[in-house]
């Protein structure tokens, strides 16, 4: 499986900010640990699927990314799933922090 930033929504992200700013798109990339792979590349999938409140995103959407890692035939399928869970709560954390500072 290969890892698919979602580059269309990284670039809306940087132009919004005050001032503009260019995506970082020749790091964006970060080295990854073998073990950590299967748990990024499924992030990528479903980094869209967010269960949305009032004030914006609370969780990503859990039956999604038990579907991507069912769908790609993943081996650590509970492994995983925490790793993507940890990582869409560090996502939400950072998003938050975004809301704060507008």
Sequence with gaps: MEQQ?????????????????????????????AENTDALTIFSL???????G????VDINHLAVWKAIDRYG??????TFGKVVTLSRW??????????TR
Excluded: F
């Design 5 to 33: 930033p979602n580059c269309a929504a990284c670039k809306i992200l940087h132009g919004n900010k005050t001032p503009p700013q260019e995506p970082p798109c020749e790091t964006c990339r970060p080295d990854v640990l």
């Design 46 to 52: 479903v980094q869209g699927q967010w269960i949305m």
């Design 54 to 57: 009032p004030g914006g995103p």
């Design 74 to 79: 993943v081996k650590e399928k509970t492994a």
């Design 91 to 100: 996502m939400l954390e950072r998003i938050a922090g975004q809301r704060e």
